[in-house]
Protein backbone atom coordinates (compact mmCIF):
# COMPACT_ATOMS: atom_id res chain seq x y z
CA UNK A 1 0.00 0.00 0.00
CA UNK A 2 1.01 3.27 -1.05
CA UNK A 3 -0.25 6.76 -0.52
CA UNK A 4 1.72 9.83 -2.16
CA UNK A 5 0.22 13.20 -1.54
CA UNK A 6 1.14 16.54 -4.02
CA UNK A 7 0.37 20.05 -4.25
CA UNK A 8 0.98 21.72 -0.95
CA UNK A 9 3.00 25.21 -1.05
CA UNK A 10 2.86 28.72 -0.06
CA UNK A 11 -0.21 30.76 -0.33
CA UNK A 12 -1.61 33.86 0.89
CA UNK A 13 -4.78 34.06 2.93
CA UNK A 14 -7.78 33.74 0.86
CA UNK A 15 -5.84 31.63 -1.91
CA UNK A 16 -6.42 28.07 -3.15
CA UNK A 17 -4.97 25.03 -3.52
CA UNK A 18 -5.23 21.58 -4.90
CA UNK A 19 -4.23 18.77 -3.04
CA UNK A 20 -3.70 15.30 -4.81
CA UNK A 21 -3.09 11.41 -2.97
CA UNK A 22 -2.05 8.77 -5.73
CA UNK A 23 -3.13 5.14 -4.25
CA UNK A 24 -1.40 2.25 -5.38
CA UNK A 25 -1.04 -1.67 -3.88
CA UNK A 26 -5.21 -1.92 -2.81
CA UNK A 27 -8.27 -1.37 -4.34
CA UNK A 28 -8.81 1.99 -3.42
CA UNK A 29 -12.27 2.04 -5.09
CA UNK A 30 -13.06 -0.68 -1.74
CA UNK A 31 -12.09 2.35 0.67
CA UNK A 32 -13.40 4.56 2.54
CA UNK A 33 -10.55 7.80 2.37
CA UNK A 34 -10.02 10.81 4.70
CA UNK A 35 -7.77 13.27 4.61
CA UNK A 36 -6.29 14.64 8.43
CA UNK A 37 -3.64 18.02 9.05
CA UNK A 38 -1.22 18.19 12.02
CA UNK A 39 -0.42 22.14 12.58
CA UNK A 40 3.20 22.61 13.59
CA UNK A 41 3.31 22.14 17.93
CA UNK A 42 -0.63 20.25 17.78
CA UNK A 43 -2.04 16.96 17.57
CA UNK A 44 -3.70 15.84 14.13
CA UNK A 45 -7.36 17.22 13.18
CA UNK A 46 -9.52 15.06 11.06
CA UNK A 47 -10.37 16.92 8.12
CA UNK A 48 -12.64 15.41 5.86
CA UNK A 49 -13.81 11.68 4.50
CA UNK A 50 -15.20 10.06 1.38
CA UNK A 51 -17.29 7.07 0.81
CA UNK A 52 -16.43 4.76 -1.83
CA UNK A 53 -17.71 6.42 -4.60
CA UNK A 54 -17.75 9.50 -3.76
CA UNK A 55 -21.44 10.04 -3.06
CA UNK A 56 -21.07 11.54 0.14
CA UNK A 57 -17.96 13.89 1.95
CA UNK A 58 -18.38 14.63 5.43
CA UNK A 59 -16.18 17.78 6.51
CA UNK A 60 -15.07 19.13 9.99
CA UNK A 61 -16.41 22.31 11.40
CA UNK A 62 -13.34 24.41 10.47
CA UNK A 63 -13.09 23.53 7.00
CA UNK A 64 -16.84 23.41 6.10
CA UNK A 65 -17.69 25.29 3.15
CA UNK A 66 -14.46 26.22 2.11
CA UNK A 67 -12.82 22.55 1.42
CA UNK A 68 -14.06 20.11 -1.12
CA UNK A 69 -12.91 16.47 -1.10
CA UNK A 70 -13.29 14.39 -4.55
CA UNK A 71 -12.10 11.12 -6.02
CA UNK A 72 -11.43 9.83 -9.42
CA UNK A 73 -11.25 5.63 -8.89
CA UNK A 74 -10.24 5.22 -12.10
CA UNK A 75 -7.15 7.08 -11.46
CA UNK A 76 -6.54 5.90 -8.38
CA UNK A 77 -6.71 9.20 -6.75
CA UNK A 78 -7.80 11.70 -4.10
CA UNK A 79 -8.84 15.13 -3.87
CA UNK A 80 -8.87 18.20 -1.59
CA UNK A 81 -9.66 21.72 -3.31
CA UNK A 82 -9.06 24.06 -0.99
CA UNK A 83 -10.12 27.68 -1.14
CA UNK A 84 -10.67 30.64 0.94
CA UNK A 85 -7.40 29.84 3.10
CA UNK A 86 -6.82 31.08 6.58
CA UNK A 87 -3.53 31.10 8.05
CA UNK A 88 -4.53 28.61 10.63
CA UNK A 89 -5.16 26.25 7.85
CA UNK A 90 -1.19 26.24 7.63
CA UNK A 91 0.04 22.18 8.47
CA UNK A 92 0.79 19.30 7.09
CA UNK A 93 -1.84 17.57 5.59
CA UNK A 94 -2.19 13.57 4.61
CA UNK A 95 -4.67 11.26 3.02
CA UNK A 96 -5.11 7.84 5.12
CA UNK A 97 -7.06 4.29 3.97
CA UNK A 98 -10.46 4.81 6.22
CA UNK A 99 -12.82 6.18 7.57
CA UNK A 100 -13.02 9.44 9.96
CA UNK A 101 -10.07 9.17 12.51
CA UNK A 102 -6.31 11.02 12.20
CA UNK A 103 -4.26 7.35 13.29
CA UNK A 104 -4.07 5.11 9.96
CA UNK A 105 -2.66 1.80 9.27
CA UNK A 106 -1.71 3.24 6.06
CA UNK A 107 -1.03 6.93 5.03
CA UNK A 108 0.88 9.22 3.10
CA UNK A 109 3.97 11.32 4.05
CA UNK A 110 1.91 14.46 3.78
CA UNK A 111 2.63 17.68 1.89
CA UNK A 112 2.96 20.78 3.66
CA UNK A 113 0.24 23.95 3.09
CA UNK A 114 1.67 27.21 4.45
CA UNK A 115 -0.51 30.10 4.58
CA UNK A 116 0.85 33.39 4.88
CA UNK A 117 1.36 36.76 3.78
Known amino acids: VQLVESGGGMVQPGGSLRLSCAASGFTFSNYIMTWARQAPGKGPEWVSS????????WYADSVKGRFTMSRDNAKNTLYLQMDGLKPEDTALYYC???????????RGQGTQVTVST
Open 96 to 106: GRGGKNTDFQY
Open 50 to 57: ITTRGETT
